[in-house]
């Protein structure tokens, strides 16, 4: 009922610098914090960064200052702008969405289909 597609992953050099987008649509009533998680080969999932509906920011401490997260609640779209880009940045981003469902009223965690991004030193 609730789609995240997540688009802008690639392969880019040490220092570059990507844009993620994931937008969500179906059956939304709306949709609290939005947020980047990421999993490396071998790793867990971490969380990057968070937004919630208000615009607050939560940043996963090895990509402040690189990384920034923003919403347009207008469009239920979250980015992702990665400057600075390090080889250990390289793993599978995950999009998150709090959904309040338009069609039930539930609230629910979805997650999209995740997006490489590679750094090459």
């Known amino acids: 009922q609730v789609q995240l597609v997540e688009s802008g992953g690639g392969l880019v050099q040490a220092g570059g610098s990507l844009r993620l987008s994931c937008a969500a649509s179906?059956?939304?009533?709306?949709?609290?914090?939005m947020g980047w998680y990421r999993q490396a080969p071998g790793k867990q999932r971490e969380l990057v960064a968070s937004i919630t509906s208000g615009g607050s920011t939560n940043y996963a401490d090895s990509v402040k200052g690189r990384f920034t997260i923003s919403r347009d609640n207008a469009k239920n779209t979250v980015y992702l702008q990665m400057n600075s880009l390090k080889p250990e940045d390289t793993a599978v981003y995950y999009c998150?969405?709090?959904?309040?469902?338009?069609?039930?009223?539930?609230?629910?965690?979805?997650w999209g289909q995740g997006t490489q991004v590679t750094v090459s030193s």
């Open positions: 998150n969405a709090d959904v309040r469902r338009a069609t039930d009223w539930r609230r629910i965690d979805y």
């Open positions: 179906g059956s939304i009533f709306s949709i609290n914090a």
